[in-house]
């Protein structure tokens, strides 16, 4: 587990995937540090699985890769961090972070396009969002079921908006990595894919509390919505078995 060190943050590499350790006070400097480079600067919110998924999947791996900014979302990452060097990562609720972000975004009345999800959904949490940040200048949005012969159009109508910030959520085919695959043609700024925080800032489905968040215990209401991912209990110990062996062998086998 190596780590390079800047101003506002500390790289470290779990399992050979990076990941960001970056204090809430920090965060504001780093996100300013992004824009100002003038070039495109995905963010990724990452989760165990999400990181497991970066181990076995080339594409995804190579979208975490070139991230500018990874963030743990999951108890168990920080725990790894721990374990496997002594550090203590900062673990952020996603709905947090994004709060946070647009926060930021807002104080230097910076913009932002909305990218996913139904469009009555789409439609409230813009709403919501621009009750609550009244500076942050919205440039766009649009609905994240879109034809594939619209998605040039959509691709294009982001470039020249020019956003400080694109948000993609739920129903935009690809999902995560349709950030990934259209990079080029974006244009510069932020890029968070935002899963179901649509649903969220529309008042549609609850986010978890912070002392189920703290605890590590949000999955279990993704559960009681699909109780397939109790299976999830068998990556979680192939993971733990993974931290072990890099602990008792990773310094005899670099390449492992």
């Avoid at 899963?195 to 986010?207: C, G, M, P, Q």
């Avoid at 109780?227 to 310094?251: E, M």
Wanted: aromatic residues 12%; hydrophobic residues 45%.
């Amino acid at each position: 587990m190596g780590n390079t060190m800047s101003p506002a943050r500390e790289r470290v590499n779990l399992l050979r995937v990076p990941i960001d350790i970056v204090a809430p006070d920090q965060l504001g400097s780093l996100v300013y540090e992004l824009l100002a480079s003038g070039k495109e600067q995905n963010i990724v919110l990452l989760s165990l699985w999400d990181l497991l998924r970066a181990r076995r999947n080339g594409e995804y791996r190579a979208y975490i890769l070139n991230a500018a900014l990874v963030i743990p979302i999951s108890k168990s990452l920080a725990g790894g961090i721990h374990f496997l060097a002594g550090k203590k990562a900062v673990r952020y609720m996603p709905f947090d972070f994004v709060i946070n972000l647009l926060t930021i975004l807002e104080s230097r009345e910076h913009s932002a396009y909305f990218l996913g999800g139904k469009k009555q959904i789409l439609r409230k949490a813009e709403k919501n969002i621009r009750e609550t940040f009244p500076r942050l200048r919205i440039v766009g949005r649009y609905v994240g079921a879109f034809k594939r012969q619209e998605e040039a159009t959509i691709v294009e109508a982001i470039r020249k908006a020019s956003p400080s910030l694109l948000l993609v959520g739920k129903g935009v085919r690809g999902g995560e990595q349709w950030i990934g695959r259209n990079k080029a043609q974006l244009g510069r700024g932020l890029r968070l894919w935002c899963s179901d925080l649509f649903d969220i800032f529309a008042e549609h489905r609850k986010r978890p509390s912070r002392a189920v968040f703290d605890h590590g215990l949000e999955w279990v209401s993704y559960c009681f919505r699909n109780p397939f991912l109790l299976f999830r209990v068998f990556p979680y110990l192939y993971y733990k078995i993974l931290l072990l062996v890099y602990k008792l062998f990773v310094k005899r086998l670099p390449n492992f």
